[in-house]
Protein backbone atom coordinates (compact mmCIF):
# COMPACT_ATOMS: atom_id res chain seq x y z
CA UNK A 1 0.00 0.00 0.00
CA UNK A 2 2.94 2.10 -0.27
CA UNK A 3 1.47 3.85 -3.59
CA UNK A 4 3.93 6.73 -4.04
CA UNK A 5 6.85 4.65 -3.97
CA UNK A 6 5.14 1.28 -6.04
CA UNK A 7 4.32 4.56 -8.76
CA UNK A 8 7.79 5.04 -8.80
CA UNK A 9 8.38 1.87 -9.74
CA UNK A 10 5.96 1.15 -12.35
CA UNK A 11 6.80 4.41 -13.92
CA UNK A 12 10.84 3.64 -14.12
CA UNK A 13 9.62 -0.05 -15.86
CA UNK A 14 7.35 1.96 -18.41
CA UNK A 15 9.81 4.11 -19.02
CA UNK A 16 12.64 1.33 -19.60
CA UNK A 17 9.73 -0.31 -22.19
CA UNK A 18 7.37 1.90 -23.52
CA UNK A 19 4.91 -1.16 -24.32
CA UNK A 20 4.67 -2.58 -21.08
CA UNK A 21 1.15 -1.43 -20.68
CA UNK A 22 0.78 -3.15 -17.33
CA UNK A 23 3.38 -0.84 -16.42
CA UNK A 24 1.38 2.13 -17.51
CA UNK A 25 -1.61 0.66 -16.29
CA UNK A 26 -0.17 0.16 -12.61
CA UNK A 27 1.16 3.77 -12.23
CA UNK A 28 -2.27 4.87 -13.11
CA UNK A 29 -3.75 3.26 -10.13
CA UNK A 30 -1.37 3.89 -8.08
CA UNK A 31 -1.64 7.86 -8.86
CA UNK A 32 -5.21 7.26 -8.27
CA UNK A 33 -5.35 6.03 -4.67
CA UNK A 34 -3.16 9.11 -4.20
CA UNK A 35 -5.98 11.05 -4.87
CA UNK A 36 -3.84 12.42 -8.55
CA UNK A 37 -7.11 11.53 -10.79
CA UNK A 38 -5.76 14.00 -14.01
CA UNK A 39 -2.24 12.10 -14.03
CA UNK A 40 -3.76 8.35 -13.40
CA UNK A 41 -6.19 9.51 -16.08
CA UNK A 42 -3.03 10.64 -18.63
CA UNK A 43 -1.69 7.09 -17.84
CA UNK A 44 -4.55 5.14 -18.50
CA UNK A 45 -4.59 7.19 -21.83
CA UNK A 46 -1.25 5.60 -22.39
CA UNK A 47 -2.48 1.62 -21.83
CA UNK A 48 -5.09 2.63 -24.20
CA UNK A 49 -2.55 3.83 -26.87
CA UNK A 50 -0.72 0.63 -26.16
CA UNK A 51 -3.78 -1.60 -26.37
CA UNK A 52 -6.79 -0.03 -28.18
CA UNK A 53 -8.67 -3.57 -28.05
CA UNK A 54 -8.38 -4.16 -24.07
CA UNK A 55 -11.78 -3.45 -22.75
CA UNK A 56 -10.73 -3.05 -19.02
CA UNK A 57 -8.75 -0.14 -19.93
CA UNK A 58 -11.70 2.03 -21.41
CA UNK A 59 -14.37 1.05 -18.47
CA UNK A 60 -11.64 2.05 -15.74
CA UNK A 61 -11.03 5.45 -17.37
CA UNK A 62 -14.84 5.89 -18.25
CA UNK A 63 -14.88 5.13 -14.12
CA UNK A 64 -12.27 7.82 -13.14
CA UNK A 65 -13.45 10.16 -14.97
CA UNK A 66 -16.78 9.55 -14.11
CA UNK A 67 -15.45 9.67 -10.11
CA UNK A 68 -14.39 12.96 -11.05
CA UNK A 69 -17.82 14.11 -12.22
CA UNK A 70 -16.42 14.56 -16.07
CA UNK A 71 -19.43 12.89 -17.21
CA UNK A 72 -19.00 13.55 -21.28
CA UNK A 73 -15.28 12.51 -21.58
CA UNK A 74 -16.88 9.26 -19.41
CA UNK A 75 -19.84 8.71 -21.62
CA UNK A 76 -17.35 9.76 -24.66
CA UNK A 77 -15.02 5.95 -23.37
CA UNK A 78 -18.53 4.12 -22.97
CA UNK A 79 -19.67 4.73 -26.51
CA UNK A 80 -15.96 3.59 -27.64
CA UNK A 81 -16.69 0.19 -25.47
CA UNK A 82 -19.63 -0.23 -26.56
CA UNK A 83 -17.90 0.00 -30.36
CA UNK A 84 -15.39 -2.37 -29.18
CA UNK A 85 -17.92 -4.57 -27.24
CA UNK A 86 -21.33 -4.41 -28.40
CA UNK A 87 -22.38 -7.76 -26.36
CA UNK A 88 -20.92 -6.87 -23.17
CA UNK A 89 -23.01 -6.87 -20.16
CA UNK A 90 -19.94 -4.79 -18.24
CA UNK A 91 -20.28 -1.56 -20.57
CA UNK A 92 -23.74 -1.24 -19.89
CA UNK A 93 -23.20 -2.18 -16.39
CA UNK A 94 -20.77 0.74 -16.14
CA UNK A 95 -23.15 2.94 -18.04
CA UNK A 96 -26.05 2.31 -15.29
CA UNK A 97 -23.39 2.89 -12.73
CA UNK A 98 -22.43 6.38 -14.32
CA UNK A 99 -26.35 7.46 -14.62
CA UNK A 100 -26.55 6.38 -10.99
CA UNK A 101 -23.44 8.82 -10.37
CA UNK A 102 -25.43 11.47 -12.17
CA UNK A 103 -28.47 11.29 -10.41
CA UNK A 104 -30.22 10.15 -13.77
CA UNK A 105 -32.51 6.52 -11.68
CA UNK A 106 -34.07 6.21 -14.89
CA UNK A 107 -31.06 5.61 -16.91
CA UNK A 108 -29.29 3.88 -14.38
CA UNK A 109 -32.39 1.67 -14.87
CA UNK A 110 -32.53 1.48 -18.30
CA UNK A 111 -28.68 0.27 -18.43
CA UNK A 112 -28.78 -2.04 -15.26
CA UNK A 113 -31.47 -3.92 -17.12
CA UNK A 114 -29.50 -4.14 -20.58
CA UNK A 115 -26.39 -5.56 -18.53
CA UNK A 116 -28.74 -8.07 -16.89
CA UNK A 117 -30.53 -9.02 -20.35
CA UNK A 118 -26.38 -10.27 -21.09
CA UNK A 119 -25.56 -11.49 -18.14
CA UNK A 120 -28.64 -12.22 -15.76
CA UNK A 121 -26.58 -13.22 -12.88
CA UNK A 122 -24.47 -10.39 -12.40
CA UNK A 123 -24.78 -9.13 -8.75
CA UNK A 124 -23.16 -5.46 -9.44
CA UNK A 125 -25.86 -4.50 -11.67
CA UNK A 126 -28.95 -5.86 -9.32
CA UNK A 127 -26.98 -3.71 -6.81
CA UNK A 128 -27.31 -0.54 -9.44
CA UNK A 129 -31.16 -1.28 -10.08
CA UNK A 130 -31.71 -1.48 -6.17
CA UNK A 131 -29.87 1.93 -6.42
CA UNK A 132 -32.09 3.01 -8.65
CA UNK A 133 -35.12 2.12 -7.75
CA UNK A 134 -34.59 3.65 -4.43
CA UNK A 135 -33.26 6.85 -5.59
CA UNK A 136 -36.35 6.91 -7.91
CA UNK A 137 -38.11 6.46 -4.13
CA UNK A 138 -39.42 3.08 -5.62
CA UNK A 139 -38.47 1.25 -2.45
CA UNK A 140 -40.68 -2.01 -3.18
CA UNK A 141 -38.89 -2.22 -6.29
CA UNK A 142 -35.31 -1.47 -5.05
CA UNK A 143 -35.78 -4.08 -1.96
CA UNK A 144 -37.18 -7.29 -4.61
CA UNK A 145 -33.70 -6.06 -6.56
CA UNK A 146 -31.64 -6.08 -3.74
CA UNK A 147 -33.12 -9.47 -2.57
CA UNK A 148 -32.29 -11.03 -5.69
CA UNK A 149 -28.59 -9.87 -5.41
CA UNK A 150 -29.01 -11.26 -2.10
CA UNK A 151 -30.06 -14.89 -2.95
CA UNK A 152 -27.66 -14.40 -6.00
CA UNK A 153 -24.68 -14.07 -3.09
CA UNK A 154 -25.79 -13.76 0.68
CA UNK A 155 -21.23 -13.83 1.96
CA UNK A 156 -20.88 -10.45 -0.57
CA UNK A 157 -20.64 -8.00 1.93
CA UNK A 158 -21.19 -5.30 -0.89
CA UNK A 159 -24.68 -6.93 -1.23
CA UNK A 160 -25.42 -6.86 2.35
CA UNK A 161 -25.03 -3.21 3.22
CA UNK A 162 -26.61 -2.33 0.06
CA UNK A 163 -29.43 -4.61 1.52
CA UNK A 164 -29.49 -3.14 4.23
CA UNK A 165 -29.87 0.58 3.44
CA UNK A 166 -32.70 -0.42 1.39
CA UNK A 167 -34.35 -1.83 4.16
CA UNK A 168 -34.28 1.43 5.70
CA UNK A 169 -36.57 3.17 3.12
CA UNK A 170 -38.70 -0.62 2.61
CA UNK A 171 -39.45 -1.59 6.18
CA UNK A 172 -37.99 0.76 9.01
CA UNK A 173 -34.57 1.34 10.85
CA UNK A 174 -34.94 -1.33 13.12
CA UNK A 175 -35.48 -3.78 10.62
CA UNK A 176 -32.03 -2.82 9.12
CA UNK A 177 -30.38 -2.54 12.18
CA UNK A 178 -31.30 -5.36 13.35
CA UNK A 179 -29.86 -7.23 9.86
CA UNK A 180 -26.89 -5.64 10.85
CA UNK A 181 -26.36 -6.47 14.03
CA UNK A 182 -26.19 -9.96 12.98
CA UNK A 183 -24.24 -10.11 10.28
CA UNK A 184 -21.25 -7.97 12.60
CA UNK A 185 -21.98 -10.49 15.49
CA UNK A 186 -21.15 -13.57 12.36
CA UNK A 187 -18.65 -11.49 10.75
CA UNK A 188 -17.28 -8.86 13.69
CA UNK A 189 -13.14 -7.89 11.57
CA UNK A 190 -16.16 -6.91 8.90
CA UNK A 191 -15.67 -2.73 9.33
CA UNK A 192 -18.24 -1.99 6.22
CA UNK A 193 -20.99 -3.30 8.68
CA UNK A 194 -20.22 -0.85 11.19
CA UNK A 195 -19.82 1.81 9.11
CA UNK A 196 -22.89 0.96 7.81
CA UNK A 197 -24.68 0.52 11.07
CA UNK A 198 -23.25 3.87 11.75
CA UNK A 199 -24.61 5.64 8.86
CA UNK A 200 -28.31 3.90 9.25
CA UNK A 201 -28.36 4.81 13.09
CA UNK A 202 -27.26 8.18 11.77
CA UNK A 203 -30.93 8.40 8.93
CA UNK A 204 -32.49 7.08 11.89
CA UNK A 205 -32.06 10.31 14.19
CA UNK A 206 -30.43 7.80 16.82
CA UNK A 207 -26.76 9.60 16.91
Known amino acids: NNFLSAHAHFRSAYELNKKNTRAALMAAQSLWQLYQGAEAIKWLQKTIKNDPKELSY???ISEYY???YEFAAAIAHLQMAIKLSP???EVYRSLAQME???NNAVGAMANGKKALAL???DIPSHLILARAHQQGGDYREAYQWASRALELDSKNSKTNV???EVL???QGAQSAIKYMNELISL???EKEYRRTLARIYLKDGKL
Do not use: G, M, Q, W
Request: overall charge positive.
Open 58 to 60: FLL
Open 66 to 68: SER
Open 87 to 89: KSH
Open 100 to 102: LKR
Open 119 to 121: YDT
Open 162 to 164: VYA
Open 168 to 170: VDF
Open 187 to 189: NPA
